[in-house]
């Protein structure tokens, strides 16, 4: 090989694309809190909720109008606490509760281009029922510790 | 400090330089009695010194790098050079979700084999060679945007917290293959351009973050070991005629 073409060689390797700067779909990211919602009489049992509409207090936007029996739920992050009001509209007349999970996180570095991903362990008391008046909510339980992945459920809701 | 570190870079620099000098007298007396016996033409033994021109012109276009790189190299024999380059750096930059800064010092040290058939005087060059780099750094997580799939909530970036932290007596080795020229300018002054492929052997990384640049060897990506480099050089050499 002639000096020259070994010369644009390396030229041509100093300009080439790099693929670690997206991050690629995947990746495990910060979790959700993954939310069951069971019932109070038969605490074994799922039970499913209908038109449950969910909304971070302080937004404007809700999260989302719900229907079934587990939900992901985005915690806020570096935050002490995440504040939330879950509205049964179905009933009438409509009945709300606003709850407060507290957590603390650390971070765990993944890799180049997505950078840090969360893990979010529950405080003691890990919820603070916000809300005075009766609801629809009986019973809050947790079921892990810690969130570090969304394959496993860490809330009951019992009603 | 910064100051400090540059006049130590310099001294040493200067140091192995007056070194050699010294010892080719010694050599000089020696080869005249070998010339005797073997009526062949040598070469001078040239040793040239000077500096990276590219980084101060990089510092001056961004007020988030800091860069100082001094060169030298003697001919050993034929067209075999000694080569070393010294350098310093403090580069803060932001790596997708992350800025951090990594400020330290690199030290190369291989050979240059010259391809180039000089006219008798000249001591051009275009040629390849081969570094051992050896770089020890620190890495200091300034701010990050923790990788989240939902946005609901507003986006945070953490900038205090146990990640935001410095970690130091970092190290890293890695081996350079080199093509390059040099070119008289004027008298001693040669104008020097090399571009370098970099092979990382080994680093030592930081607790909880990565090596995403090392100072020498430039941008480390997670796909594989190898990067990239150049420099641009004003060198001026002593000619040591035998």
Known sequence: ?159 | MKKNHIWLFIISLLAPVYWTTAQELVEEIEEVVVDTLKKREKKPYTIRFGLDLSKPVMAQLDKDFFGLELVGDIRLFSEFYGAIELGNEKKTQQSEQINFTTTGSYLKLGFDYNLYENWKGMNNAIYLGMRIGNSFFKQKVNEYEPYQINHYWTTEIIKNGPEIREQDALSARWVEFIAGIKVKMINNLYMGFSIRLNRLMNDTRPDNFDNLYIPGFNKKTDENVWGAGFNYTLTYSIPVKL
Not at chain 1, 8 to 36: N, W, Y
Not at chain 1, 65 to 73: E, L, R
């Open chain 1, 1 to 159: 090989m002639t000096p020259r073409s070994l010369f644009f060689l390396i030229l041509l390797t100093l300009f080439s694309c790099e693929k670690d700067d997206i991050c690629l779909e995947g990746t495990p990211a910060t979790p959700r809190m993954i939310v069951l919602f069971k019932d109070y009489e038969n605490p074994q049992n799922k039970k499913g909720v209908t038109k449950l509409l969910i909304r971070g207090l302080g937004l404007a936007d809700s999260l989302t109008t719900f229907s079934g029996d587990s939900i992901a739920i985005p915690l806020r992050n570096n935050y002490e606490f995440t504040q939330y009001e879950f509205t049964l509209s179905t009933s009438s007349p409509t009945l709300s509760d606003s709850l407060q999970i507290n957590h603390r996180q650390f971070d765990t570095y993944i890799n180049r281009a997505c950078g840090y991903k969360s893990t979010f362990i529950f405080e003691n008391p890990f919820y603070y029922e916000l809300t005075q008046s009766e609801g629809w909510i009986k019973n809050i339980e947790k079921i892990s510790d810690t969130l570090s992945d969304e394959k496993k459920s860490h809330l009951a809701i019992y009603h």
